[in-house]
């Protein structure tokens, strides 16, 4: 069993920058793949970034790509989602989990899901 952590988030003006912070423990983290997901009020939750185990392999959703970095320090057990050039419509919940093997961008492969944290774009 692996246990998710999040912090970070809050409200930010159109073109700031956040990071969000997810802590695992439990299970041994380093064999998990990371990924983050969104949810908008009224939409389904969408994928927004992964990472795989080592961090050697990073994916993006178009609509972050060039704008969001996925990083991971395996030492803390910890994955990261630094958010820059945000706009209005990344406002969101946003999720972190963490699924064992390879990488993968469909939600319903990921196996542990942390608490979803606000994140809130103003124009």
């Known amino acids: 069993q692996v246990q998710l952590v999040k912090s970070g988030g809050g409200l930010v003006q159109a073109g700031g920058s956040l990071r969000l912070s997810c802590a695992a423990s439990?299970?041994?983290?380093?064999?998990?793949?990371m990924g983050w997901f969104r949810q908008a009020p009224g939409k389904e939750r969408d994928f927004v970034a992964a990472i795989s185990w080592s961090g050697g392999n990073t994916y993006y959703a178009d609509s972050v790509k060039g704008r969001f970095t996925i990083s991971r320090d395996n030492a803390k057990n910890t994955v990261y989602l630094q958010m820059n050039s945000l706009k209005p419509e990344d406002t969101a919940v946003y999720y972190c989990?963490?699924?064992?093997?390879?990488?993968?961008?469909?939600?319903?492969?990921?196996?542990?899901w942390g608490q979803g944290t606000q994140v809130t774009v103003s124009s």
């Open positions: 989990a963490a699924r064992r093997g390879v990488t993968s961008t469909v939600l319903k492969e990921y196996d542990y």
């Open positions: 439990g299970r041994t983290f380093v064999p998990y793949a």
